[in-house]
């Protein structure tokens, strides 16, 4: 519950004995740690669920920017939610900020599942936002402080609307569970209640470990109150007392690198449309790609139960310069397939074109035909660039189809023909490769820069900033996820599939770059030589041994 300085190197034996001891704190990282499911069910949902909800609103289905901001928006009050969330843990209560949470996220899920039109949707996902955003603020926090020292570490129509709305059952369990569990022991002691906080402590460790608890408790609350008194209470002292100091300062490099890198290789774009994604790859039907797009949310799980066993072996500095090779190699990969899709897609056959339907023909299409000039360089793709729907041929799908008005009638017509509709990608014999290369991408990130660089902002701040550092590292997280998943879609109708992949092994490799130089190695290290790390700078081994050649060439 109170760190000691000491850096121990856990294995997955010691959870479960420790646990299997004392079974009380596995409820509390159980209960608690729903915090974290709340997020990743809203995230792995709405991926999905925005298919149907295009379905129902064509309004939605017209406009890129209102399917962004249906996405983002719970993005954006968790920007909000994380900022507030630190000061409120503080000032009521790590338990309390959890019930406000999920009172929240019950009251946005319901919002959401009875909205009768687009914009109360993303009203009940700002109320989601606000909830997860002081979720993730501190359910880590909560089980931090529960939790013994030697295992912290590693511990069709109306569709959309169950899927949105079914996301309230996790925020009832965990408010239910929550009004079991007592409040924090940290924030118990630091508040006056010394015997609420012993009576926490009592249920946690064996009776011969609760005295040395309770005297770490007092001196680590001490040190803190002392700081307070000479850097001051408010917000802005103790932000002006952090970037003062140098150890917080390179930390917050360190930090906040970690946490925008991790949104700048794109992962939450791949998350929250992936079953778009595999709609440009070619798979028309939103079962299949919703079906397909959980292979993904599978991997990403399985991926974070990898990162505990390796994470303290390996390191974290060196699990992510891994895990960032393995991301920029998948996403040139998937550039290049999606780039080869695209230029492999369907001719389009001019005579179905016309005789397709009476004024069925697309718009930007029937020019060539007026003309009589060879449309022969047209495909698939330049139908739906031009804001038109392909309905491909009955015979072979990747055969020559026909260009047509994108419209609910036409789409209803293509099928009555037994004929398939695409409208965001086009028939592809490379579509395979897309769901191969997409969970490749998973494999690499989850393990890595999935879960490290939350592991990394815990151990890089000084105990009296670490609340504050680690709460400007939070919102940086959320304001790069913002701009990513803001921006995705009209990203992508702007510079191509390919070209947003592009883009994002570029930024990976900026991102990767940024993590060599500023990111230190912690694993294995006391936290105070964490902090004299810091004090000095990071300087990667190259430039070190750059330097000791310099020095000894002067001598």
């Known amino acids: 519950m109170v760190e000691r300085g000491i850096a121990k190197e856990i294995r997955l034996t010691e959870v479960w004995r420790t646990t299997w001891e004392t079974p009380y704190i596995m409820r509390l990282a159980l209960s608690a740690g729903i915090g974290g499911l709340l997020f990743g069910y809203d995230t792995g949902v709405i991926a999905g669920a925005l298919l149907y909800i295009r379905e129902e609103f064509q309004v939605v289905d017209d406009k890129r920017w209102l399917q962004e901001m249906i996405v983002s928006m719970t993005v954006a009050g968790a920007i909000v ?70 295992i912290r570490g590693a511990l069709t129509p109306g569709t959309w609307r169950w899927m949105l709305g079914v996301s309230a059952v996790p925020a009832i369990i965990q408010f239910c569970l929550m009004l079991t569990l007592p409040e924090s022991p940290r924030w118990l ?56 100091n140098p150890v917080v300062r390179h930390g917050l490099a360190a930090g906040i690198t970690v946490q925008v890198a991790q949104q700048f290789v794109g992962i939450n774009t791949v998350m929250y449309y992936s079953p778009t994604i595999l709609q440009f790859a070619g798979y028309a039907s939103n079962k299949t790609a919703m079906a397909l797009s959980l292979i993904t949310s599978g991997l990403n799980a399985l991926g974070s139960i990898v990162s ?49 339907a009476p004024n069925g023909t697309c718009h930007a299409f029937a020019p060539y035909i007026a003309s009589k000039a060879s449309p022969s360089n047209w495909n698939c793709m330049n139908c739906l660039r031009s804001h038109c729907g392909f309905c491909s041929n009955k015979a072979q799908e990747y055969a020559p189809g026909a260009c047509i008005v994108l419209s609910t009638d036409m789409k209803s017509l293509c099928h009555s023909k037994g004929r398939t509709y695409f409208k965001d990608g086009c028939p592809s014999k490379f579509g395979y490769l897309a769901i191969i290369f997409l969970g490749l991408y998973i494999i690499a990130y989850a393990p890595g820069m999935g879960t490290v660089p939350w592991i990394v902002n815990s151990e890089i701040y000084p105990l009296r900033y670490r609340g504050l550092a680690g709460g400007i590292a939070a919102v940086s997280n959320w304001s790069s996820n913002l701009v990513v998943s803001e ?10 599939s390919s070209g947003m992949f592009l883009l994002f092994a570029v930024s990976s490799a900026t991102g990767l770059v940024f993590i060599w130089m500023l990111v230190p190695e912690t694993k294995g290290l006391q936290f105070e030589e964490v902090e004299k790390l810091l004090e000095d700078g990071i300087r990667p081994s190259l430039f070190r041994r750059m330097s000791r050649a310099k020095e000894v060439d002067t001598s």
């Open 81 to 150: 939610g994380a900022a507030v969330g630190g000061w409120y843990n503080d000032r009521f209560g790590r338990k309390t900020s959890i019930l406000i949470a999920d009172v929240l996220f019950m009251v946005g899920a319901v919002v959401m599942a009875l909205a009768p039109a687009p914009w109360v949707i993303i009203v009940g996902r700002v109320l989601v936002g606000f909830g997860v955003g002081m979720a993730s603020m501190t359910s880590p926090l909560y089980i931090s402080e529960m939790s013994p020292a030697r």
């Open 189 to 244: 002691y630091r508040n006056d209640m010394k015997a609420e906080s012993r009576d926490v402590l009592e249920r946690i460790y064996p009776a011969e470990e609760v005295e040395a608890e309770i005297a770490a408790l007092k001196e680590s609350v001490m040190a803190e109150k002392a700081d307070e008194d000479i850097i001051g209470h408010t917000f802005y002292a103790k932000l002006k007392g952090a970037l003062s």
């Open 308 to 356: 505990m066993m390796l994470v303290d072996r390996y390191g974290r500095r060196k699990l992510m310069i891994i895990s960032m090779f393995g991301i920029i190699s998948c996403l040139v990969i998937l550039a290049a397939v999606f780039s080869e899709t695209s230029k492999q897609a369907p001719k389009i056959d001019t005579r179905d074109s016309i005789s397709f």
């Open 487 to 496: 921006t995705f879609l009209t990203l992508t109708h702007e510079v191509g």
